[in-house]
């Protein structure tokens, strides 16, 4: 491959500079660069203390990704593996998995976590990626401005404003995975405002069983949404927002599904529909009383239904929250807002599962201030906490603080130290997992086992408390760095321990008066901790007007501790996350119709999982055609013909899937 980029380097050495487009910004205009999501205001990238990644638009267009958790590999720290076609798993310094829940997802200020089991179904989280301004990610607590589920970081997809996306967009895409069709539309609302809809429809592919054969595992989603801006039309100090999104998804895949038999099997492969719909709408309105003062107030409502093999999870959430930024006085620069978010599930369970209750309301009250205190001209103190509280856990406190050293205009220095909280999430509050006996082929079972979870009110949730250590320095225009440490300290991670009245046989006592039915109750526990550390490294180097080569490396080291016997799955985390991982993008403007990218990932092995470490190659090649009229060719683990990525113990019934390497073409029309 260098070979090659060193032979076109040279037969286009001669392009002048005034013929090539600037593709991305340079490092320094990268430094520059507005971030909102670190203090809730505007600020730029090297003022921010915090290990923050910004990956813009330009960034998402030229690495080939169809989704947005495939480009979400480009940033440092964080963990991305794909488990099948629909499926997968991301995480932010560990504790990986389908399931995971200490990462806080918001797409436009919209939470899209599922308080079910507290995680993200990244199958459902889509747009037009050429509609995303930008993906900020702050690797660390969050807690503090975004409240509890924030314990490891938070991705903040932001997409852009309805002035910036004019005009006429319709693109194809086809390979031999996937097949995309995507359609919007800008206009002008009158003198002050603009708008934009969209539809989008997508056909991913069946991938390949780890142990060979038809994955059956393949995924349909058709979507639609809009949104309108505008001002006030008296003094333009009034912003206004409007959106919405509904979407439709149908996948499948396969699952063993455990039944307890005499003598065996205990369990049989099924196969498994999943079927989601949902909808959304999003209101924002922001005055701004001076340069350096304003006051937001936002809204949502959120639906969400979901239909597979276990149970079917069907939830309507309403959010509203307000935020106040007072004008600087004197060394203090301060931010309050406050919330409220209001929940109501039904849960349809299955002969395998049940829920003691199937429909439950949930209402979360928060408030946070933050002050940014000036020391001196170079030293600043950021102080600020969040307040929450829910039905779980009661009241809690996630308090923050930030020093910082603005050594110079191009250099910058800072630490940290917060406390976030992880809130139960149903699924540790009230599940009850039925499993059958009875002879193999024989009569019907005629003894029932269920494996239930009961609640307990002493369970607090998991902490972590968590310090860290960055410096960002502008070497030249052309050259930066970032580079941040961590240490993480959690406790009361949660654990199942058997829980049985005295006299009991082998952990099963009868249920009622029916000698042929046993229960097994397992209460949520803490009785796990881990310690966590790491650092992660980024660079980048604007080499030539035409070439910019950017590069970033993360180190995990994960230990976990089970202080007590009788627990389930204490340990597994520690084995579910790469301790090492690195990438480097080169992306080059051949010419002023030409552009070539050039992505580069490695990830170390999950040894304990069979998951071996994996080296993978995605390139691209764009064509402007003509004005408005592009075609990218792109290649994905063009290394490889097929990736075993992830195993997942925290939905360890999901058959192991390897992924196919991909081919495509898209074709946009911009008119």
């Given at each position: 491959?260098?070979?090659?980029?060193?032979?076109?380097?040279?037969?286009?050495?001669?392009?002048?500079?005034?013929?090539?487009?600037?593709?991305?910004?340079?490092p320094e205009q990268l430094f520059n660069?507005?971030?909102?999501?670190?203090?809730?205001?505007?600020?730029?990238?090297?003022?921010?203390?915090?290990?923050?990644?910004?990956?813009?638009?330009?960034?998402?267009?030229?690495?080939?990704?169809?989704?947005?958790?495939?480009?979400?590999?480009?940033?440092?720290?964080?963990?991305?593996?794909?488990?099948?076609?629909?499926?997968?798993?991301?995480?932010?310094?560990?504790?990986?998995?389908?399931?995971?829940?200490?990462?806080?997802?918001?797409?436009?200020?919209?939470?899209?976590?599922?308080?079910?089991?507290?995680?993200?179904?990244?199958?459902?989280?889509?747009?037009?990626?050429?509609?995303?301004?930008?993906?900020?990610?702050?690797?660390?607590?969050?807690?503090?401005?975004?409240?509890?589920?924030?314990?490891?970081?938070?991705?903040?997809?932001?997409?852009?404003?309805?002035?910036?996306?004019?005009?006429?967009?319709?693109?194809?895409?086809?390979?031999?995975?996937?097949?995309?069709?995507?359609?919007?539309?800008?206009?002008?609302?009158?003198?002050?405002?603009?708008?934009?809809?969209?539809?989008?429809?997508?056909?991913?592919?069946?991938?390949?069983?780890?142990?060979?054969?038809?994955?059956?595992?393949?995924?349909?989603?058709?979507?639609?949404?809009?949104?309108?801006?505008?001002?006030?039309?008296?003094?333009?100090?009034?912003?206004?927002?409007?959106?919405?999104?509904?979407?439709?998804?149908?996948?499948?895949?396969?699952?063993?599904?455990?039944?307890?038999?005499?003598?065996?099997?205990?369990?049989?492969?099924?196969?498994?529909?999943?079927?989601?719909?949902?909808?959304?709408?999003?209101?924002?309105?922001?005055?701004?009383?001076?340069?350096?003062?304003?006051?937001?107030?936002q809204s949502y409502v959120d639906y969400?239904?979901?239909?597979?093999?276990?149970?079917?999870?069907?939830?309507?959430?309403?959010?509203?929250?307000?935020?106040?930024?007072?004008?600087?006085?004197?060394?203090?620069?301060?931010?309050?807002?406050?919330?409220?978010?209001?929940?109501?599930?039904?849960?349809?369970?299955?002969?395998?599962?049940?829920?003691?209750?199937?429909?439950?309301?949930?209402?979360?009250?928060?408030?946070?201030?933050?002050?940014?205190?000036?020391?001196?001209?170079?030293?600043?103190?950021?102080?600020?906490?969040?307040?929450?509280?829910?039905?779980?856990?009661?009241?809690?406190?996630?308090?923050?603080?930030?020093?910082?050293?603005?050594?110079?205009?191009?250099?910058?220095?800072?630490?940290?130290?917060?406390?976030?909280?992880?809130?139960?999430?149903?699924?540790?509050?009230?599940?009850?997992?039925?499993?059958?006996?009875?002879?193999?082929?024989?009569?019907?079972?005629?003894?029932?086992?269920?494996?239930?979870?009961?609640?307990?009110?002493?369970?607090?949730?998991?902490?972590?408390?968590?310090?860290?250590?960055?410096?960002?320095?502008?070497?030249?225009?052309?050259?930066?760095?970032?580079?941040?440490?961590?240490?993480?300290?959690?406790?009361?991670?949660?654990?199942?321990?058997?829980?049985?009245?005295?006299?009991?046989?082998?952990?099963?006592?009868?249920?009622?008066?029916?000698?042929?039915?046993?229960?097994?109750?397992?209460?949520?526990?803490?009785?796990?901790?881990?310690?966590?550390?790491?650092?992660?490294?980024?660079?980048?180097?604007?080499?030539?007007?035409?070439?910019?080569?950017?590069?970033?490396?993360?180190?995990?080291?994960?230990?976990?501790?089970?202080?007590?016997?009788?627990?389930?799955?204490?340990?597994a985390p520690e084995q579910q996350s790469?301790?090492?991982?690195?990438?480097?993008?080169?992306?080059?403007?051949?010419?002023?119709?030409?552009?070539?990218?050039?992505?580069?990932?490695?990830?170390?092995?999950?040894?304990?999982?069979?998951?071996?470490?994996?080296?993978?190659?995605?390139?691209?090649?764009?064509?402007?055609?003509?004005?408005?009229?592009?075609?990218?060719?792109?290649?994905?683990?063009?290394?490889?013909?097929?990736?075993?990525?992830?195993?997942?113990?925290?939905?360890?019934?999901?058959?192991?899937?390897?992924?196919?390497?991909?081919?495509?073409?898209?074709?946009?029309?911009?008119?």
């Amino acid at each position: 491959m260098f070979a090659i980029v060193y032979m076109a380097c040279k037969a286009f050495d001669a392009v002048a500079a005034d013929d090539v487009d600037n593709f991305a910004l340079s490092p320094e205009q990268l430094f520059n660069a507005t971030v909102t999501s670190v203090s809730k205001s505007s600020q730029k990238l090297m003022d921010a203390p915090a290990a923050v990644y910004v990956l813009t638009n330009e960034d998402i267009m030229r690495s080939g990704a169809t989704s947005i958790p495939e480009a979400l590999r480009l940033v440092p720290g964080v963990q991305v593996a794909r488990v099948n076609a629909n499926s997968w798993a991301i995480s932010i310094r560990g504790f990986n998995g389908t399931l995971d829940d200490k990462l806080l997802v918001l797409i436009d200020g919209r939470t899209v976590y599922d308080p079910l089991f507290s995680g993200v179904y990244w199958d459902i989280q889509d747009t037009v990626l050429e509609d995303i301004d930008r993906i900020e990610v702050i690797r660390g607590p969050g807690a503090a401005l975004w409240g509890a589920n924030a314990v490891n970081g938070v991705i903040n997809i932001i997409t852009k404003k309805a002035a910036d996306t004019q005009g006429n967009l319709a693109s194809t895409t086809y390979g031999n995975q996937d097949g995309i069709v995507e359609e919007r539309y800008g206009g002008k609302l009158g003198d002050n405002g603009y708008y934009r809809v969209y539809g989008k429809y997508l056909d991913r592919g069946n991938e390949r069983l780890d142990s060979g054969g038809n994955a059956n595992d393949a995924q349909e989603e058709s979507r639609g949404g809009f949104r309108a801006d505008w001002k006030g039309s008296d003094d333009a100090r009034d912003d206004f927002t409007f959106q919405g999104d509904a979407y439709n998804s149908g996948a499948s895949q396969y699952r063993f599904q455990s039944i307890f038999s005499l003598p065996g099997p205990h369990s049989q492969l099924v196969p498994e529909d999943l079927d989601a719909h949902g909808g959304n709408m999003l209101g924002r309105w922001t005055r701004a009383y001076s340069d350096d003062s304003k006051f937001t107030l936002q809204s949502y409502v959120d639906y969400t239904y979901r239909d597979q093999l276990l149970l079917t999870d069907e939830r309507a959430t309403f959010d509203i929250d307000a935020q106040y930024e007072f004008p600087q006085m004197d060394r203090h620069k301060i931010i309050i807002g406050g919330g409220y978010r209001y929940s109501r599930d039904d849960l349809t369970g299955s002969p395998f599962i049940t829920f003691t209750n199937i429909g439950e309301d949930t209402s979360i009250y928060s408030s946070f201030i933050q002050d940014k205190i000036t020391l001196d001209p170079k030293w600043f103190l950021t102080l600020g906490s969040k307040f929450e509280h829910n039905p779980y856990i009661g009241f809690v406190a996630e308090p923050d603080a930030r020093l910082q050293w603005q050594i110079d205009d191009g250099q910058m220095a800072w630490t940290s130290a917060s406390h976030a909280v992880r809130t139960p999430s149903r699924l540790e509050e009230d599940l009850h997992i039925i499993q059958v006996a009875g002879s193999a082929g024989g009569p019907p079972p005629t003894v029932l086992t269920s494996l239930d979870t009961i609640a307990n009110p002493g369970y607090n949730g998991e902490e972590v408390n968590a310090y860290e250590l960055g410096y960002r320095k502008q070497w030249t225009p052309k050259v930066s760095t970032d580079i941040a440490g961590f240490y993480n300290a959690y406790h009361g991670l949660s654990t199942s321990t058997l829980d049985v009245p005295p006299g009991a046989i082998l952990g099963l006592f009868v249920v009622g008066t029916d000698p042929s039915r046993f229960e097994e109750p397992f209460a949520p526990e803490g009785n796990a901790w881990a310690e966590t550390y790491g650092v992660e490294t980024t660079a980048n180097w604007r080499a030539l007007d035409t070439l910019n080569l950017s590069a970033s490396h993360s180190l995990l080291v994960m230990t976990l501790h089970d202080n007590a016997t009788g627990t389930l799955g204490a340990l597994a985390p520690e084995q579910q996350s790469p301790k090492y991982e690195a990438n480097l993008h080169a992306a080059w403007d051949v010419s002023k119709d030409v552009t070539y990218d050039a992505m580069f990932y490695y990830t170390s092995a999950l040894t304990n999982y069979l998951v071996e470490s994996h080296t993978r190659l995605d390139m691209r090649v764009g064509w402007r055609i003509m004005d408005g009229l592009e075609f990218d060719l792109v290649g994905q683990d063009l290394l490889d013909a097929r990736t075993h990525e992830f195993v997942s113990p925290t939905d360890g019934h999901v058959l192991p899937v390897d992924i196919n390497r991909s081919v495509y073409g898209k074709l946009t029309w911009k008119f």
